[in-house]
């Protein structure tokens, strides 16, 4: 059974910074990009942030782009996303997905979800 | 790319066809996903690269389209199909999503 498991979510002042973390298991970790996507309350999808499978490829939406960075530690199976200078905006629920890498030009969807880690960002 | 999703929410009755709507600012070719999304629920993936069903999904959803038009039709709505349904593509960067279609119960 695939499974993706976010934490690091929490309350944080603007301007202050948080972790996340995507464990998975069940998949071969290796073979798969990595997306984070979050949800504001009550509003659609925006994606935030993705990596390739093999780690050699970042992306960033421009909304984040300076302020977040995506990183993995393969050992762990895990993804991070490093969230710096964090505003009000970026409150949101916060999900991982991965899907299998295309390794071509082209971007990702997601396959496998997690059930999403809450940031809030207020004073 | 600019996706718009129409309608904004669709009203239908259990056993009624449902027809969703996804037009892109420009050409994504077939690279067009849809997801469907419950209340406290992570998304779902339903359909992916214009039309192929994910695994474990229902023979009633189809996806169609390539270009800048594209659509997700429920033959015959369940129960448990009421939802918000997204799109997304994924020919180039940033990834982006539609801003959704719910589907209610009339």
């Known amino acids: 059974e695939v499974q993706l498991l976010e934490s690091g979510g929490g309350l944080v002042q603007p301007g202050g910074s948080l972790r996340l973390s995507c464990a998975t298991s069940g998949i071969n970790f290796h073979n798969y990009a990595t997306i984070w996507v979050r949800q504001a309350p009550g509003k659609g999808l925006e994606w935030v942030s993705a990596?390739?499978?093999?780690?050699?490829?970042?992306f960033y939406a421009d909304s984040v782009q300076g302020r977040f960075t995506i990183s993995r530690d393969t050992s762990k199976s895990t993804v991070f996303l490093q969230m710096i200078s964090l505003r009000a905006e970026d409150t949101a629920l916060y999900y991982c997905?991965?899907?299998?890498?295309?390794?071509?030009?082209?971007?990702?969807?997601?396959?496998?979800w997690g059930l999403g880690s809450l940031v809030t960002v207020s004073s | 790319i600019v996706l718009t999703q129409s309608p904004a929410t669709l009203s239908l009755s259990p056993g009624e066809r449902a027809t969703l709507s996804c037009r892109a600012s420009?050409?994504?070719?077939?690279?067009l996903a849809w997801y469907q999304q419950k209340p406290g629920q992570a998304p779902r993936l339903v359909i992916y690269d214009a039309s192929d069903r994910a695994t474990g999904i229902p023979a009633r959803f189809s996806g169609s389209g390539s270009g800048t038009v594209f659509t997700l039709t429920i033959s015959s709505l369940e129960p448990e199909d009421f939802a918000v349904y997204y799109c997304?593509?994924?020919?180039?960067?940033?990834?982006?999503f539609g801003g959704g279609t719910k589907v209610e119960m009339k």
């Open positions: 420009q050409s994504v070719s077939r690279f």
């Open positions: 997304q593509q994924r020919y180039n960067w940033p990834l982006t």
């Open positions: 997905g991965k899907d299998p890498d295309y390794y071509d030009t082209n971007g990702y969807y997601g396959l496998y």
């Open positions: 990596i390739s499978a093999n780690g050699e490829r970042t």
